[in-house]
């Protein structure tokens, strides 16, 4: 009846027809069907309609597909440290009364307690760290995205998601720092409080779905630069092409938005970074030094992940200026930005939400930040990945570049086959002799995130106990 009763066009008429609906009265439906456009404007609702259905089913299925219908408590060893984005956590250090007992993180972990004791040392500050961290999902009813009929990312666009969390990790470490954290249950008591709200939001809006030049890092805008790598919207991107997204998003956006002016990205080629490139990017000519986002493709084995790339992965992870790794398993992308002993903790994309009007005032920010942590087995990883680091300053990059080797190259090799995730070089890429197939480079591994050989669940995430709402 919802659907029909939009042909008619006045109150008075409607309240009419209400009534004659209410009594039965035939002559509700014939009246509506003989009024002017009702024909047209009843198919238009229907399609509406329709696709709205549609958005929610698929949104449902989704969410089913990936465990988002029921809690999920993640099991985490009272004996082994947790890591996250260069923090180290242990339960040990826990305060008295908090979560020793338990065995779990979950939703309801925090939903009992003060925000002052869980920023506190231990799991408690793991938990306020982990909260704070921006989580981006599949979401449904935006705009439409331009040269598409797509108001959902929801079933595609889970890669570009992932990139969107590592971009906006290091936009917090660059507006925010990475001690701050997102105390949801606390009002705001004084200056300092109110400007890091307002630099949250500010960083948040920047990704609202839309096309907007607002929101300069929305799926909108990575969908329309994605055309220039060869992308059509609806395609799904590999670790490689989202870097090179988030290079062409966050130079497109230093043009409308002076908050960007000190900020570059630099995507390795060919698994090497070359220093004399970063130096010019970077250096300004009045001798100051732009912030830098260096992402670093790799692919960590051929078709299955190469466990002696383990611990070298996972120790970047404990490193101050990374900012974690985009990847996850075949056709199902996740933002990896922890570890507990053999298993990478990550935030989850494939969670389908409504959009938010970010251009509100006093938007929530509830669906932003996700409050259930995820383990998967190290072993399951897709070998092609793409690892982000942040370094702020000349003397962040220095320290880089005098660190990063010892952390590259696996143990127990021998030293006439090292085989380091990636490389760093003195010069630049522009005068290497004979220089690589940049292109095949970047795509070679990205079938693996188009077609799959296994089903794409959840059933491989051992640590995690499934229990019914």
Known sequence: MKASSGVVARNSELKTHSSDAMQGTPSTKIERNRATGSRDNGRDNTEDLKGKVESKLLSMWNNMKFGWTVKIKTSFSKESPVWLLGRCYHRKLSPSGSLESSTEIGTEATAHESMDQIYGEGIEGFKSDFISRLWMTYRREFPTI??????????????????????????????????????????????????????????????GDKSSVNSPLSIHQMVSLGEALGKKPGDWYGPASVAHCLKAVVTAASKENYEFDNLEVYVAQDSTVYIEDINSLCLMANGSWKSLILLVPVKLGTDKFNPIYGPCLTSLLTLDFCIGIIGGRPKHSLYFIGYQDDRLIHLDPHYCQEMVDVWQPQFSLQTFHCRSPRKMPLNKMDPSCCIGFYLATQHDFDTFVNVIMSFLIPQGVSANFEYPIFTLQNGSCSKVLDPPNIRHSIYETESNWVTSSIQDYDTDIESEEFVLV
């Open 146 to 207: 331009s040269g598409s009929t797509f108001t959902t990312d929801c079933g595609w666009g889970c890669m570009l998601r992932s990139g969107q969390m590592l971009l906006a990790q290091a936009l917090v470490c660059h507006f925010l720092g990475r001690t701050w954290r997102w105390l949801p249950d606390k009002a705001i008591q004084n200056a300092r409080e109110f400007q890091e709200d307002c630099l949250h939001r500010m960083i948040i809006k920047w990704f």
